[in-house]
């Protein structure tokens, strides 16, 4: 399966890009898609705890099976005036 994830504020400016792709022999929960963006870029460490994971603009409560297709985003805490 391939996962297509946005990548909002600190973590696509850390990251150097707006959007982060993951393949997987099958289908990924939540958590497991958090585990592997944040192995994938280890120096954002530090902002796994807060960030928040929105499947189809929604933000995830416990931990979903992620479909194909699913309009994925990593959000961190932001805030602004």
Known sequence: MQYQ???FALLKERA???SWSCQSDE?????????AFFDAHP???G???VTRLAVNQAFCEGDPVLA??????????????
């Open 5 to 7: 994830v946005k990548l």
């Open 16 to 18: 150097g890009s707006a």
């Open 27 to 35: 289908a990924l929960t939540g958590s497991q898609l958090l585990a």
């Open 43 to 45: 120096s954002l460490n």
């Open 47 to 49: 902002l796994r705890t």
């Open 68 to 81: 194909e297709g699913d309009e994925l985003a990593l959000i961190p805490p932001v805030s602004g005036g």
